[in-house]
């Protein structure tokens, strides 16, 4: 069974939900020691100064800010601890909003909510007051010394909250380079082309269908190696120049799609 790692309130008005919050993802990425290529042994980094070369003792090393090249402002921890945000077990909603009204670009983490013993019919009034209204809650809470704003929404059964980022930490596409323009709009063909490949690749979201290919080539190959099986060098796969014709590419990419993938009446004859 999952553990919670943070307890508290969910508060909107004068409503407070006793919740637990658990981790809703668990990223499977493959953790890599440096060893030492001769004999296998495992390598340890050391905290050494930049000036001298030694090492600097835990008890030594301090936090500072860099201000301006090489110089820095040092701040202690009691000092940081005074302008920690004030640690809190409650979840404060501030708006309820439309979720298409939030770009995926702020979501950071996903986590369940869910009830404490004995609250369940309080959880469930705001679960089913969400779904009705369809609406997705903003709030804000600290979670190890760290403020959050957060999207609380209904999934399913169980609510769920969603870190975003703050605003000023999204880069403004203002700052970006070679952006199309007018001149750069496509003309009524090409776009009539793009939409029947765009219709002819449609589909419901099945996140099963989609894996991490590499993840699981290099699970593999790992796995063959620990029984001792040689691995041969992959043949490499040759990218694809730039596209000089774009019609040219359209019309190949839908005609074979069309090849591929049976029409509708086409599926229904061979369903008869």
């Not at 000036?51 to 800010?65: L, M, Q, R, S």
């Not at 490949?197 to 699981?216: A, G, Q, V």
């Not at 074979?256 to 061979?270: G, M, W, Y």
């Amino acid at each position: 069974m999952a553990r919670p790692m943070w307890s508290g309130t969910i508060s909107f008005g004068l409503v407070n939900i006793p919740i637990k919050l658990f981790n809703a993802v668990k990223k499977k990425t493959l953790q890599f020691h440096q060893l030492r290529k001769s004999d296998g042994c495992r390598i340890k980094l050391k905290r050494v100064c930049s000036n001298d070369g030694n090492e600097v003792p835990k008890e030594e090393i301090v936090k500072g800010f860099e201000v301006s090249p090489e110089q820095y402002v040092i701040l202690s921890p009691e000092e940081m601890e005074n302008v920690y945000p004030k640690s809190s077990r409650r979840i404060e909603i501030a708006d309820f909003v439309d979720l298409e009204q939030i770009d995926p670009i702020y979501f950071e983490h996903s986590y369940y909510l869910t009830p404490d013993k004995g609250m369940e019919k309080a959880y469930s009034l705001l679960l089913i007051a969400m779904k009705k209204s369809q609406k997705t809650a903003i709030a804000s809470f600290v979670l190890r010394n760290k403020q959050y704003i957060a999207a609380i929404r209904p999934t399913n059964n169980v609510i769920t909250l969603s870190t975003m980022f703050f605003s000023d930490e999204i880069i403004s596409q203002e700052n970006l380079e070679d952006l199309p323009t007018e001149e750069h709009q496509p003309n009524e063909r090409e776009l009539s082309i793009a939409l029947q490949l765009i219709e002819s690749l449609s589909s419901s979201f099945t996140p099963e269908k989609y894996h991490n290919e590499y993840r699981e080539k290099l699970l593999s190959m790992i796995e063959s190696k620990a029984e001792g099986q040689v691995i041969t060098q992959q043949p490499i796969i040759e990218q694809g120049g730039k596209v000089v014709d774009l019609m040219a590419a359209l019309e190949a990419s839908l005609s074979a799609l069309k090849k591929k993938t049976p029409t509708k009446s086409r599926r229904k004859k061979a369903h008869a």
